[in-house]
Nanobody, 134 residues
């Protein structure tokens, strides 16, 4: 069983940057689609970004394109989310989530439709709070 644990959430000012990390234990990342999902105050959970089992296919929500970058360290089994030019609208709890395991990494897909499927992700971390003061 893959287990996930997020870290890196903090209180920052508007315009600043933050890097979140998600450490995985158990299965290798290859067999999972990994995603960052956030829940902003008073809103539903929304997909922020994903990376496929191949480690190269990525997708981003429109609201974060050009500001956020997802990456993973395969050997260390850590998923990252680099967040730049943060605004108050980015405030929320950020979760690391995984969909899988799939039998082959090519089956663990990530595309622009991932945001419609976040509820189907079966493995979640506990979340980390990001607060951006304006």
């Amino acid at each position: 069983q893959l287990q996930l644990a997020e870290s890196g959430g903090d209180l920052v000012h508007s315009g600043e940057s933050l890097r979140l990390a998600c450490a995985g234990t158990g299965w290798p990342f290859d067999y999972f689609t990994l995603a960052w999902v956030r829940q902003r105050p008073g809103k539903e959970r929304e997909g922020v970004s994903c990376v496929g089992g191949d480690g190269t296919s990525t997708a981003y929500a429109e609201a974060v394109k050009g500001r956020f970058t997802i990456s993973r360290d395969y050997d260390k089994k850590i998923l990252y989310l680099e967040m730049n030019s943060l605004t108050a609208d980015d405030t929320g709890v950020y979760y690391c989530a995984a969909d899988g395991p799939y039998s082959r990494s090519v089956h663990a897909k990530c595309d622009q439709s991932f945001g419609e499927h976040v509820a189907e992700f079966g493995i979640w971390g506990q979340g980390t709070q990001v607060t951006v003061s304006s």
